[in-house]
């Protein structure tokens, strides 16, 4: 097997990984879910404070 397959193949599998973990964060911010770091604070997502 060629090297330039194998780091083709690798490069695609990371492609995919990114562009799965941009859907989850769009997907996510659509939704209106998106953490702005303050929990006291948050109601977005159905989490109550202080768990």
Do not use: D, E, Q, T
């Amino acid at each position: 097997m060629p090297a330039w397959l194998g780091n083709g193949i690798v490069i695609a599998i990371l492609i995919c990984a990114c562009g799965l973990a941009v859907r989850s964060i769009w997907k996510a911010r659509k939704n209106g879910c998106h953490c702005s770091g303050n929990c006291g604070s948050c109601s977005k997502c159905g989490r109550r404070p202080g768990r």
